[in-house]
């Protein structure tokens, strides 16, 4: 519960988020309520299989008198872990009756793994900083995932997988040019290997042909890519949302982060070069 606002607004509620263990939601309301702060109170509000109707239990928790303000998170030390790869993000089954459920998740770091905290819809960055995410806090490390909407573009707000939006403690301009530097060397690295599986080559003589062939035979090879990714991405415009629509998004990334070409790709790429 938000507290008075400095216009003397009267305190209202606001969900946070749903987790799928209580003690995960007791941990969430214990740190929005720790520290000096806007709110006034925290309910952690755990229903039985009726959704509530009747079976409902509460726990409540109030500021204590004279909280000290919150302490800024301390940085974590390098290396951050990978990310999870998107299918293990996952995305629960809601009620049939929630119209608008949550879209957006924070995971936390436990040592060995990734696991979900909290589904929420905005508030990912917000638990994160209650929780005191880094070196001294319950997670060294944390972040917030939420839905694709790969042709928002067109305002088509058709959902398809999950992808990175946040990570906690934030990167550092250190970390941020690393992570560049890292995705151009894989996306090089992806080339020469598939143009050594694709031609029976080795690396060394995918390498050279690459050299060999200079921009120019680079540019031939990304027209090649753009007619087939025309073709796959016509193909999924024309599907209704669900799994198969899904799957040639996932296609196209793949021959885009690194050019995994589909099983048909000489006939779309001939299609598409034809028109």
């Not at 951050?80 to 936390?108: M, T």
């Not at 909290?118 to 319950?138: C, E, M, R, Y």
């Not at 995994?260 to 028109?275: F, H, K, V, Y």
Request: aromatic share 6%; proline share 8%; net charge negative.
């Amino acid at each position: 519960m938000l507290g008075e606002d400095y216009h003397g607004g009267a305190p209202n509620w606001q969900t946070v988020g749903w987790c799928t263990s209580r003690g995960d939601a007791r941990q969430i309301a214990r740190a929005y309520t720790a520290h000096d702060g806007h709110y006034a109170r925290a309910d952690v509000v755990e229903h039985g299989t009726d959704f509530g109707v009747i079976s409902m239990t509460t726990d409540t928790y109030l500021p204590a008198p004279g909280a000290s303000e919150r302490p800024r998170p301390v940085a974590s030390s390098p290396p951050r872990p990978a990310s999870p790869d998107r299918s293990k993000i996952p995305e629960p089954a809601w009620h049939s009756g929630a119209k608008h459920p949550p879209d957006s998740s924070l995971i936390v770091w436990t040592g060995t793994g990734w696991r979900t905290l909290v589904h929420t819809d905005w508030q990912s960055a917000n638990i994160a900083a209650v929780l005191g995410i880094g070196a001294d806090g319950p997670y060294e490390w944390a972040e917030s995932w939420g839905p694709r909407h790969p042709d928002r573009d067109l305002h088509d707000w058709t959902q398809e997988g999950r992808e990175l939006v946040g990570q906690f403690p934030e990167p550092t301009w250190q970390e941020q040019t690393g992570a560049i530097d890292a995705r151009c060397r894989d996306g090089e690295s992806a080339l020469v290997e598939a143009l050594a599986h694709r031609g029976g080559l080795t690396r060394e003589q995918s390498v050279a042909r690459l050299t060999e062939g200079g921009e120019e035979y680079r540019e031939v090879l990304a027209v090649g890519q753009a007619a087939i990714c025309r073709a796959l991405h016509t193909a999924r415009r024309a599907l209704p949302e669900g799994p198969e629509r899904t799957a040639l998004r996932h296609a196209l990334d793949d021959l885009m982060d690194r050019h995994l070409l589909p099983p048909d790709a000489a006939r779309l790429a001939g299609e598409q070069l034809d028109s």
